[in-house]
């Protein structure tokens, strides 16, 4: 991936697990600065939540889980240092 100093991407991978395909785009949060409202202004409000529970590590985000016809879309807000901007996308798409 192309990274240039003012990009708020910052990696981006490919795992192929038995049953899906995942592409994961991880974010300068505060750079990008997309909120949680925004993203519902985008894909609405119908989403599920997958809140971490207390054994991850302090700054695990909380993933918005959109469920599409090809898979899930899944927004990684963050609750630490960045808490409420998008930090990670994952894009799972059933195989």
């Known amino acids: 991936m192309c990274h240039t100093p003012d990009s708020p991407h910052r990696s981006a991978r490919s795992e192929v697990p038995a049953t899906s395909v995942r592409l994961i785009l991880e974010l300068d949060a505060k750079a990008a600065g997309i909120r949680r409202a925004d993203l519902e202004a985008r894909f609405g409000p119908n989403f599920s939540l997958d809140a971490?529970?207390?054994?991850y590590?302090?700054?695990?985000p909380a993933y918005t889980i959109y469920s599409c016809p090809w898979g899930d879309l899944r927004l990684g807000l963050g609750l630490g240092r960045a808490s409420g901007l998008l930090e990670t996308v994952v894009i799972d798409a059933e195989r």
């Open 52 to 55: 971490p529970t207390p054994e």
């Open 57 to 60: 590590p302090p700054d695990y």
